[in-house]
Nanobody, 122 residues
Framework: QVQLVESGGGLVQAGGSLTLSCAAS????????MGWFRQAPGKEREFVAT????????NYADSVKGRFTISRGNAKNTIYLQMNSLKPEDTAVYSC???????????????WGQGTQVTVSS
């Protein structure tokens, strides 16, 4: 059974930083591209960042480019999202996902975590 478990969310002031983690089990981790998505209240889930199977390629939404960094540790079956210079509009539930293809569309991902709440106060 595939499980993706996020951690690291919380409340932070604008301009602050947080690092999210996503631990994967039940799959051959190095065979999957991984992604982060987020969903704010009343809005659709949106792409945040993705990383290829090897970690050699990454892609970001324009809204987070230069502020967020996605990385992965294949030995630990874990991906990370380092978030700096956080803004109130970054407030959302952040979820990680695993898929066979390196992509920014939700449909490319087969497995999803439950999500972790990130709240940025102004």
């Amino acid at each position: 059974q595939v499980q993706l478990v996020e951690s690291g969310g919380g409340l932070v002031q604008a301009g602050g930083s947080l690092t999210l983690s996503c631990a994967a089990s039940g799959l051959t981790f190095s065979s999957y591209a991984m992604g982060w998505f987020r969903q704010a209240p009343g809005k659709e889930r949106e792409f945040v960042a993705t990383i290829s199977r090897s970690g050699g390629s990454t892609n970001y939404a324009d809204s987070v480019k230069g502020r967020f960094t996605i990385s992965r540790g294949n030995a630990k079956n874990t991906i990370y999202l380092q978030m700096n210079s956080l803004k109130p509009e970054d407030t959302a539930v952040y979820s990680c996902a695993a898929g066979e293809n390196y992509a920014y569309t939700r449909s490319a991902y087969s497995y999803w975590g439950q999500g972790t709440q990130v709240t940025v106060s102004s």
